[in-house]
């Protein structure tokens, strides 16, 4: 299993447009041994990971929020039986023959019945008063990750067949198993007997693990299994299908007809957007593929001609430009001032210490003689824990956080002459106050701190000037990396 095969992954909004996914993803006019040498790693359809757990967006509780907060003892049963009615509401929608959608069904139903006996025996034990079940609330959320994705894989490995295709569902939710290996091997264990030139694996995004995919890696759990499968299988090329192109900049913000396809960059590019919340691919993914020359391409699922962008790890664009636009609308800066701090060790650790302990994403930090600045991915009321925290170590400091954007100008390579200048004459004429700056040696991206209000005009902004008014062909090899 050495360099003849892809290993794919589709996202969850990709997955729900089931009837555009098989014509332009999974047959896309493929015939015969053409339809094989693929691994197609599938997240839940979109939607259904929400309803187990809790909405990725408005928190919105799930199956799982509501078995936490113990709501009533129907909270959670009602909230798993929106889930089998959604599930057999998807199914419906897409199995033509009545025996697969009875299989499909039957499928979902045996899992959610397994799923709401484990919770009814937690939730007795809960009842007691005198037992703990708080360490089995992960346990809880892995399971309940696990069941979207077993019901996606399952579906379409059907869906499949009933067209031919000698498709097989490959399930690494460790259901029915009493062994917890690590992810490695059970992928190699999953993987032995298939053989990819005559089989079509579909294979569940979360997987069941000693490392625990949810506990490790949130919501991002899909992509590390994708990754590790690519390593560990020797992939030639890892491609994800999103519902939309790695673009220049969101085509809301700077107009459609603006936005550039980027075509060609690196994996330093990928971890900046990863750092900003856009994913092209989760760091810890990008960094097995990186590590093993396994180039990555993202690709339209609507757009089944184009070849989507190729991500290398020694690609460097032959002109130095910026290639995206983008970043974080609401921001919080969390400023750290203390006079004593002066030639004086200990703080900067110590902040980075409580907002561990939170939680908290840190985008970038500044500091200088007695300030520390840390700009965060974090709501308010996050950020204000922090405070309090750090007021209490440190009552003589003055540490206050507000709101700002932050939007940085990213490229495998930007460093061209009279970049700066052209960025801060375009927020001037915009009207932006640039609040700060931030502009790396290793020449990857520029981050601009501005009031919130300002962002979207910002993006617009730094696009017109530094995108679109230096619009030049991507090249097609570019440069190696020195």
Known sequence: MSGQHSVEKVGGTSMAATGVLFDNVLIAGRKDADLYNRIFVVSAYAGMTDLLLEHKKSGEPGVYARFVADDGADGWRDAIETVRDAMHARNADMFARAESLAEANGFVDARI??????????????????????????????????????????STALLLRDRGVNACFVDLTLWDQQDMRGLDERIEQAFAPIDLATTL???????????????RYQRGYSEMTFSRIAVLTQAREA??????????????????????????????????????????????????????DIPLRVRNTFDREDGGT??????????????????????????????????????DAAILDVLTRHGIWIVSKASNANTITHY???????????????????????????????????GSDISRPGLMPDALKALAQADINVIAMQHQIRNVDVQFVVDVRQYDAAVAALHRALVEDNDEPVAAEGRRAA
């Open 376 to 410: 965060l991915s974090a709501d308010a009321v996050k950020v204000k824990r922090v405070i309090g925290d750090l007021q209490d170590r440190y009552p003589d400091a003055s540490i206050s956080a507000h709101p700002v954007a932050i939007v940085s100008v990213i």
């Open 201 to 215: 694996p579909i294979v569940t995004g979360y997987a069941g693990c000693s490392e625990g995919m949810v506990r």
């Open 113 to 154: 019945d397994a799923v709401a006996a484990c919770l009814d025996d937690l939730a007795r034990l809960r009842s007691h008063g005198r037992f703990c079940v708080k360490e089995q609330l992960i346990t809880v959320r892995e399971l309940l990750a696990g069941l979207g994705e077993a019901h996606s894989a399952h």
């Open 310 to 347: 190729l991500i290398c790890g020694d690609y460097v664009s032959d002109t130095p430009r910026v290639e995206i636009v983008t970043g974080i609308r609401t921001a919080q800066a969390l400023q750290f001032f203390e006079q004593d701090m002066v030639g004086v060790k200990g703080y």
């Open 239 to 292: 491609i994800i299908h999103k519902e939309f192109h790695l673009s220049s900049a969101d085509p809301k913000l700077v107009g459609t007809d603006k936005a550039r396809k980027i075509g060609r960059t690196n994996y330093d590019v990928a971890d900046q957007l990863a750092n900003l919340g856009m994913e092209a691919i989760h760091p810890g993914a990008g960094r097995g593929l990186r590590q093993t």
